[in-house]
């Protein structure tokens, strides 16, 4: 069966910290890893991962897989107010033409100012 | 353009009601999806359509009928409802697969209450 598993659940900083978030997946033709961030709809796109090793930054984001040991990781550095949201992490099983997100239960970010 | 749409915005309905979800895409994505999410939960696959075709359907009860009338648009059909599918009903769409392009985009949703 297909897991995905986020930590911590829930995080509460302050303005300027920077925080790691961690996502680690068990999952079926795996082809890729994506990560979310969702405020109060629809979920917008961060990063896709699909090679180990090599980082992936926009901005004070960055995210790094390892295929080998099955987790990816997720880094806001100098938070701000406006990073308080829900990260979700969604590995991608696949074969031919069609293929699924499975996401696991998300990370609760709180930045107080 | 890299939005898609969904309508309505908010829906309530009553159980012997039968309405639809809109989704619509003009990306060229040929990978379609509807996710239910409950409040604090992740999104729950329910469908995906490949190139028009269903492919996935996630053991959904019948009561959710998806269909996909051309590469841009997907429908929800929904009839006899039930009180615990309330939910966010949120739409996506990606590239095809194998292009190396296949992050999803999503809707803005579509908040629903059954009554």
């Known amino acids: 069966e297909d897991k995905v598993v986020q930590s911590p659940l829930s995080l509460v900083v302050h303005e300027g910290d920077t925080v790691t978030l961690n996502c680690s997946y068990e999952?079926?033709?795996?082809?890729?890893l994506l990560w979310y961030k969702q405020e109060k709809k629809a979920p917008t796109f961060l990063f896709m991962l699909?090679?180990?090793?090599i980082e992936k930054k926009s901005g004070r984001l960055s995210s790094i897989l390892d295929k080998k040991e099955l987790f990816s990781i997720l880094n806001i550095t100098a938070t701000q107010t406006g990073d308080s949201a829900v990260y979700l992490c969604a590995p991608e099983s696949g074969s031919g033409n069609t293929g699924k997100l499975i996401f696991g239960q998300g990370t609760t970010l709180q930045v107080k100012p | 353009d890299t939005e898609v749409t969904q309508t309505p915005k908010h829906l309530v309905m009553g159980m012997t009601n039968k309405k639809s979800l809109k989704c619509e895409q003009h990306?060229?994505?040929?990978?379609m999806y509807w996710y239910k999410q409950k409040a604090k939960k992740p999104p729950e696959l329910m469908f995906v359509?490949?190139?028009?075709?269903?492919?996935i359907n996630e053991s959904v009860p019948s009561r959710f009928s998806p269909e996909c009338p051309n590469s841009s648009l997907l429908n929800l059909h929904l009839h006899a409802l039930q009180p615990e599918d309330s939910a966010l009903y949120l739409c996506a769409s990606s590239q095809s697969y194998g292009t190396g392009d296949t992050e999803a985009f999503f809707g803005q949703g579509t908040r629903l209450t059954v009554v």
């Open positions: 990306m060229g994505h040929r990978a």
């Open positions: 359509y490949s190139y028009e075709k269903l492919s």
């Open positions: 699909t090679s180990s090793g």
């Open positions: 999952v079926t033709n795996f082809r890729s």
